[in-house]
């Protein structure tokens, strides 16, 4: 969180840094949404209210690039695609 807290309200931006945790799921993969549980924490700060942004940090990877010894042609395949540290429902949709 960034700014101040008054009267139930953030005076600025929550920022959700992730890890790349591929099995963070919604309620519909198995259990609870993880947005529950970010919710609860931000009431436990006495947050009510959010006048900034949520802002998501995914720098916690190094930047996609190409296995060793692939192709271009390569990059268009499903195994290709790359893993990042805000990933959800292990990169399917968001439901």
Same mark, same amino acid.
């Not at 969180?1 to 139930?8: A, F, L, R, T």
């Not at 953030?10 to 992730?18: A, C, R, S």
């Given at each position: 969180?960034?700014? &101040?807290?008054?009267?139930? +309200?953030?005076?600025?931006?929550?920022?959700? #840094?992730?890890?790349?945790? /591929?099995?963070?799921?919604?309620?519909?993969?198995?259990?609870? =949404? =993880?947005?529950?549980?970010?919710?609860?924490?931000?009431?436990?700060?006495?947050?009510?209210?959010? *006048?900034?942004? #949520?802002?998501?940090? !995914? &720098?916690?990877?190094? /930047?996609? +690039? /190409?296995?060793?010894?692939?192709?271009? !042609? !390569?990059?268009?395949?499903?195994?290709?695609?790359?893993?990042?540290?805000?990933?959800?429902?292990?990169?399917? =949709?968001? *439901?």
């Amino acid at each position: 969180m960034s700014g &101040s807290i008054v009267s139930g +309200t953030l005076n600025g931006d929550v920022v959700v #840094i992730g890890f790349g945790d /591929p099995s963070l799921m919604d309620a519909s993969a198995s259990g609870p =949404p =993880p947005f529950d549980a970010w919710i609860a924490a931000l009431k436990q700060h006495g947050i009510q209210r959010v *006048t900034g942004r #949520i802002v998501g940090d !995914d &720098s916690a990877f190094e /930047p996609h +690039t /190409p296995g060793f010894g692939w192709s271009w !042609d !390569d990059l268009v395949d499903d195994y290709s695609a790359p893993a990042g540290a805000l990933q959800f429902n292990e990169g399917g =949709p968001f *439901t």
